[in-house]
């Protein structure tokens, strides 16, 4: 792994912060962008742009194509049934608020139950909650055990007759945890709910097949799997997907309309008015190819390797606190931690001091870190072309926190 041969096609990693190489361990917040897909947002301003489905000239052809190929990639990517079950939006947040208030207002009263868990990410959270107070329905939690999984013991006593929607994040952003899907889904379904999932963690580093896992819908975003900023997919089974109101209206969207009327396209088309994130979609394309190329089966081995790694020399060091499970391998890239008497914004203000991003703070988790009796953590989260030396360096930089604000400790009893 010391010769990452990844390293080369992402030029950010070669700048320098702070006089220091880049140590980028903030993957879970975005992840950086390939040279390829760099160059094709560049290709598609210089070459082709122009906006899609409407023209009959060269450049919109050319674009409308390049578009609706990322369709049929996304499509396949996911094993999804057919290309109408992909949604193209700006985000997962985007994607899980217009489930919230297209799907929860209208398929919602007083008294059902909405299922969530402890370990949802805000944006798989608060949407939920709007829904819940504007409907009289009742939000219900799945708390987490000690190594971060939804105990499906303890789920098989919420989710009821009573339960409509059940949506739950694949991953933990804080925790790493990867989430029993298939068995939650075949639980909702059991009692008539709906299955939604936050894949915004997944999606990056693990192979999806969602006629596998049969959730309704899923939600990810290409920012976090090497694409542009802005650009997320909703996927939903068909049938759902021709029963759910657009969010937005305008053109493209549109079959006819009429001074007092409008009909509406089916399909994926009838969720995406207006001009979308061209370059942006076109580029996730190129982004997911990539992806593919690497195999998510290398992606998910360095993620383990990485944190199997991290994880004992962690554990060896004073003064710091782990959180989530003792299994190197539950955590799926991400490690959370802090170390004591410092709060994790000094941690992260050091580290890149020495060219080290990590991200400190609730990660818009804040019902789980009160869960676990924190106010923040440091986060560490690793992807395909971190390295050893990405650990060594975050390992050393934790002596080098302790001992700036503990002078009175030497740096051997720190290890």
Known sequence: MANN???????????????????????????????????????????????IHRGTHTLAQQATQAYEAVRDHVQHFLNAASREEIVFTRSTTEGLNWLARQWGLSHLQAGDEIVISLLEHHSNLVPWQQVAKKT????????????????????????????KIVSITQVSNVLGSRQPIKQLTALAHEHGAVMIVDAAQSAPHMAIDVQDLDC??????????????????????????????????????VEEVTEQSATFKQGALRFEAGTQNIAGVIAFGSALSYLQQVGFEQIENQDRQLVSYAWPRLQKLNGVQLYGSNDPSDHNGIISFNLDGLHPHDVATIFDDEGIAIRAGQHCAQPL?????????????????????????LLAAIVDTQHFFNRHLSRESLI
């Open 5 to 51: 041969p990844y390293l080369a096609d992402f030029p950010i990693l070669a700048r320098k912060v702070n006089g220091h190489q880049l140590c980028y361990l903030d993957n879970a917040a975005t992840s950086q962008k390939p040279q390829v897909v760099i160059d094709r947002i560049n290709h598609y301003y210089t070459d082709e742009n122009a906006n």
């Open 216 to 253: 309704d819908f899923m939600a990810f975003s290409a920012h976090k799997m090497l694409g542009p900023t802005g650009v997320g997919v909703l996927y939903g089974k068909q049938a759902l997907l021709d029963d759910m109101s657009p969010e937005f209206y305008g053109g493209e969207m």
């Open 369 to 393: 870190l009160h869960y676990l009796s924190l106010s923040a953590t440091c986060r560490a989260s690793f992807y395909f072309y971190n390295t050893i030396e990405d650990v060594d360096r």
């Open 136 to 163: 009289g329905a009742h939000l219900r939690y799945l708390a987490a055990n000690q190594q971060g999984l939804i105990d499906l013991a303890a789920a098989e006593g919420i989710i009821n007759a009573r339960t």
